[in-house]
């Protein structure tokens, strides 16, 4: 089955970076389209990133523009979300989630990782 | 940016029909996906493409989507349904995914 397993989270002080990774299994992971999603203590969720199955094309939410990268490695069925100038506002549980197949656009998330929480406080 | 609005809570006896709405402009030009979200879990798609359900999701849960205002609708409310749901939607013209800010589905 489809597993997707986030790692890298903790504890980071402001200006400070962290990298997070995403280790898929259960499907051919070069096919998909691979999104970044994170959510708040007690807020909803917010969408951060994604990167084409090829790593291609990539986009961002403008929050977050600038200062977080998305990445993948294909050869090692792995997500990455770079994360530098990192702020109090960046602590969340980030998940990562499989996106649409190949050339398409737009589409859903399914399914997600079970996530990992970053904070960031000095 | 396309902003996606939702009510903060809707509450609904056990057996009755609970109505979840998202509203957007022109939203039903868009397609529209749900997701369930439990206390401490991942998010859950239980619906995508306005009104399609992934397999496993109970046919109880279905969505509907015209002019400004998607709904997803949940028949005969069990305890279990009491969550978080959450829409979402491709804004084409900003190559950006948006979400709402989610409904607390409360069983009394």
């Known amino acids: 089955q489809v597993q997707l397993v986030e790692s890298g989270g903790g504890v980071v002080q402001p200006g400070g970076s962290l990298r997070l990774s995403c280790a898929a299994s259960?499907?051919?992971?070069?096919?998909?389209?691979m999104h970044w999603v994170r959510q708040a203590p007690g807020k909803g969720l917010e969408w951060v990133a994604f990167?084409?199955?090829?790593?291609?094309?990539?986009y961002y939410a403008d929050s977050v523009k600038g200062r977080f990268t998305i990445s993948r490695d294909n050869s090692k069925n792995t997500l990455y979300l770079q994360m530098n100038s990192l702020r109090a506002e960046d602590t969340a549980v980030y998940y990562c989630?499989?996106?649409?197949?190949?050339?398409?656009?737009?589409?859903?998330?399914?399914?997600w990782g079970q996530g990992t929480l970053v904070t960031v406080s000095s | 940016s396309y902003v996606l609005t939702q009510p903060p809570s809707v509450s609904v006896a056990p057996g009755q029909t609970a109505r979840i709405t998202c509203g957007g402009n022109?939203?039903?030009?868009?397609?529209v996906h749900w997701y369930q979200q439990k206390p401490g879990q991942a998010p859950v798609l239980v619906v995508y493409?306005?009104?399609d359900r992934p397999s496993g999701i109970p046919e109880r849960f279905s969505g509907s989507n015209s002019g400004n205002t998607a709904t997803l609708t949940i028949s005969r409310v069990e305890a279990g349904d009491e969550a978080d749901y959450y829409c979402?939607?491709?804004?084409?013209?900003?190559?950006?995914?948006?979400f709402g800010g989610g409904t607390k589905l409360t069983v009394l």
């Open positions: 989630a499989k996106g649409t197949e190949l050339e398409l656009r737009g589409g859903w998330f399914d399914p």
């Open positions: 259960g499907f051919t992971f070069s096919s998909y389209g």
């Open positions: 990167i084409r199955y090829d790593g291609s094309n990539k």
């Open positions: 022109n939203i039903g030009s868009k397609s």
């Open positions: 493409d306005d009104s």
């Open positions: 979402q939607v491709w804004d084409s013209s900003s190559d950006l995914w948006v």
